[in-house]
């Protein structure tokens, strides 16, 4: 899934995620896209499922509200048609 869906996916927002296959902007860092392997309001409790099941290489993220995201993240189908012009 692409992290800007993944972020307001109801499922998702307001929780922390594991990811992995995570494929990230190189200039911001953040994440493009990924797979969620799990998800949980606790951190704690992700983590320690975590351990559990051998996923240590999975990134960690919290799903904001509003999160950053750089225009290269933005599909063009949601670039406002204005701002598409200029």
């Known amino acids: 899934m692409a992290w800007p869906d993944i972020c307001r996916s109801e499922l998702y927002r307001g929780r922390w995620v594991a990811l992995d296959n995570?494929?990230?902007?190189?200039?911001?860092?953040q994440p493009l896209e990924a797979d969620v392997v799990d998800v949980d309001e606790d951190l704690a409790d992700l983590c320690a499922r975590m351990r559990e099941s051998n996923r240590s290489s999975c990134a960690i993220r919290y799903c904001d509200d509003?999160?950053?995201?750089s225009p290269a993240m933005i599909r063009p189908s949601e670039v406002p048609p204005r701002a598409?012009?200029?």
């Open 66 to 69: 509003e999160p950053e995201f």
């Open 84 to 86: 598409a012009q200029h």
């Open 22 to 29: 995570v494929r990230y902007d190189q200039s911001t860092s």
